[in-house]
């Protein structure tokens, strides 16, 4: 009769500390004993020195007595059994709490990665409930303010959209997102925030391809701002995710007209804003060489494809009355005709090893190469 009365106790002790747990949060009564705690840089699990060593604490769930009878028809360590929640397969939660013999609590945290900037990374993986993410999420946010962190940033695959409207209740909003995640974020400090923005610009090109005839070759577009206006343009397309400005104006001209083209050099580039949902938009003006003359047109955004004389190119009512437009023919024309040098690719690579083409005007840095004229410069500097 005892042992049932004590694990009646037991029962009551559980259920209130359950009722806390949803009222306040699973962690939030007892951050106060912060002042002894510890980082386990595996666990990323919060260490506490537990007032009350030799009893039961928020985050046991397991048994007290380990002489505790374990039929499966015993009601009490079922119930117990059916609140804990199984963590230990998670890299984006530390084990489970435990209560050691020499009375040290561990807190379950989020598992997050230092950025270079103050900041923590959580990157979520694997499948939660929304109440124990909150939970979880609270007693790191608390954690991460003690510990003067500034951004906290959290990547939340598709798969977890469940998760979203719990790190909007907790102060997080929307950074940016992906076809497979969304990326939330928030500011910590009272301070003024300097996390970065989202992306800010798109990238685009337009493709100025002349043959030796000096015909260039210009498409009509099936939809868009140029939809059964008559107007021939250069062809123009979004740069991908990863790929370079050379590659997109090459693979564009493919795609558009069938014609194989050699990537020469960037004439000129203009930007505009609010083009794109809000965004910005860099056109790059590139120069193409055509390696190949017969058109293939694409069928799906493409209306017609040919080789138009350059000066009846010029000559359209769109062109003549668009400054912009009508720049950029000249800019063409003066490639063509005189001597105007544009921003040809060089491969090179960052300083951390990273490969990447870095755009300047090669013909008269080669000349101020051959005349010596920087060697010199450098010599005169030498103390």
Known sequence: ??????????????KLHIMLMQR?????KLLPHLSANKISPVSSSLVLHHPYPKRPCLGTLA????????????????LIQDMSVSTSSSSSVAKQ???????????????????LHGGVVVDLKEVMDSEVFSS???????????????????????????????????????????PDYLMLVRWIPETIDTLPANASHRVSIGAFVMNSEREILVVQEISGKFKDT????????????????????????????????????????????KSFFRKSDLLFVCMLK?????????NLEIEAAQWMPFEEYAAQPFIRKNKMFDYVAEIC?????????????????????????????????ANIQATGEIISRKADQTP
């Open 230 to 273: 008559g107007f021939w343009k250069m062809p123009t397309g979004v740069v991908n995710e990863g790929e370079d400005i050379c590659a997109a104006a090459v693979r564009e001209v493919k795609e558009e007209t069938g014609i194989e083209t050699e990537f020469v050099e960037i004439l000129a580039f203009r930007q505009s804003h």
């Open 97 to 115: 709490a435990i209560m050691p013999e020499d009375g040290v609590e561990q807190i379950e945290l989020l598992s997050a990665v230092e950025d």
């Open 24 to 28: 306040f949060g699973a962690t939030s």
């Open 63 to 78: 048994p007290y007595s380990s002489s505790w009878p374990k039929d499966p028809k015993d009601k009490l360590p079922s």
């Open 290 to 298: 055509p390696h190949s003359s017969d058109i293939e047109k694409q």
């Open 1 to 14: 009769m005892q042992a049932l009365d004590l694990r009646f106790l037991y029962y009551i002790h559980i």
């Open 333 to 365: 024309l003066a490639k063509s005709d005189q001597d105007y040098a544009g921003f040809s690719p060089m491969r090179t690579t960052t300083s951390s090893g990273k490969r990447i083409y870095l755009y300047h005007n090669n013909r008269d840095m």
């Open 136 to 178: 979880l999420l609270r007693a790191s946010m608390s954690q991460w303010k003690q510990k003067g962190k500034k951004g906290v940033w959290i990547k939340l695959p598709i798969e977890l959209s469940n998760l979203v409207d719990a790190a909007v209740k907790e102060g997080f909003r929307y950074h940016h997102a992906e």
